[in-house]
């Protein structure tokens, strides 16, 4: 357990236990005893320990799981509704967020601005793979982060148009955007509150 806890220290940037502890307002005897192998410690100071060093506390206590807990860059925002919307152009990554399960090298994460998919969801991160791909045909009546041709990027519904190489993006709460060219589609993987 403490050479998990000294490794995750080192990991998250702090030279010394001393520092960790100063830190994050912890008794330095008592962070450095668990570090050192002198004292164990329980679930709720591992989970204390791995949300300041982004490690999984399963990890810490038993060896079981992911060390690191995985992160993935946040790129920007993404509109969920038809005027508030956000560009492609001038976004991050603006900082680095927790991943979530079956996460691949590919995935980001944006966050939903804009109360098109319900209230609820305003403020919440979505994740996707940024493969940059057309739309294909299983992608049809899923929820997708969409890239159009004016640079916006928004989170919607697939419908196809009855005009080829057009779609309908659907909104839970507003009308659709109907009969428009979309560059690029990915399926949203996850949705998690910020």
């Known amino acids: 357990m403490g050479d998990r806890l000294r ?3 080192e990991r998250a940037g702090f030279e010394s ?3 960790a502890a100063l830190a994050h307002d912890w008794r330095e005897s008592t962070y450095r005893a ?3 192998g002198g004292r164990q410690f329980d679930l709720e100071q591992a989970r204390r320990y791995g949300r300041a060093f982004r490690a999984d506390p399963y990890w810490l206590l038993h060896g079981i799981g992911r060390g690191a807990v995985r992160r993935v860059p946040l790129m920007g925002y993404v509109g969920a509704g038809s005027e508030a919307h956000y560009y492609m152009t001038a976004q991050g990554p603006l900082e680095m967020v927790d991943a ?6 590919s995935t980001v994460a944006l966050e939903i601005r804009g109360e098109s ?3 609820l969801f305003d403020g919440w991160l979505v994740y996707y793979d940024d493969v940059r791909s057309p739309v294909t045909e299983d992608l049809l009546g899923q929820l997708c982060v969409v890239g159009l041709a004016d640079d916006r990027v928004l989170i919607k519904k697939l419908r196809q148009s009855a005009t080829p190489g057009l779609y309908h993006l659907i909104s839970q709460t ?5 009969d428009v060219a979309v560059l690029w589609a990915a399926r949203v993987k996850h949705l998690a509150a910020r």
């Open 7 to 9: 490794q995750m220290r």
């Open 117 to 119: 998919l319900g209230e």
């Open 174 to 178: 507003e009308g659709p955007i109907t």
């Open 100 to 105: 979530p399960e079956g996460a691949t090298d």
């Open 17 to 19: 236990a001393r520092s």
């Open 34 to 36: 668990h570090e050192t």
